[in-house]
């Protein structure tokens, strides 16, 4: 499973703004799309939720900005 880690600190257009509530968060973060990692399925022991279709935009362009398509 490929994933965008979580952080605290905003850093520039690769990192979006997750506010609390959003998907299950219990307290806002930052999705860092330049730190893209996979994951092994069986190591995701719990659901947390779906982000809104206007933070998804947000985190997609985050990808694309980091990965270069723009």
Same mark, same amino acid.
């Given at each position: 499973?490929i994933? *965008? ?6 850093? $520039?257009p690769?990192?979006v ?11 806002? $973060? ?5 730190? *893209?990692?996979? +994951? ?8 947390? $939720?779906? !982000?809104?279709?206007? !933070? !998804?935009?947000? *985190? ?6 980091? +990965?270069?398509?723009e």
């Amino acid at each position: 499973m490929i994933v *965008v880690p979580k952080a605290q600190a905003k850093r $520039g257009p690769t990192a979006v703004a997750i506010p609390g509530g959003s998907a299950g968060l219990t307290r806002a $973060g930052i999705a860092v799309c330049h730190q *893209v990692t996979t +994951l092994d399925r069986a190591k995701l022991t719990r659901y947390s $939720g779906t !982000l809104s279709q206007e !933070l !998804l935009r947000s *985190v997609e362009d985050g990808l694309r900005a980091a +990965l270069d398509l723009e």
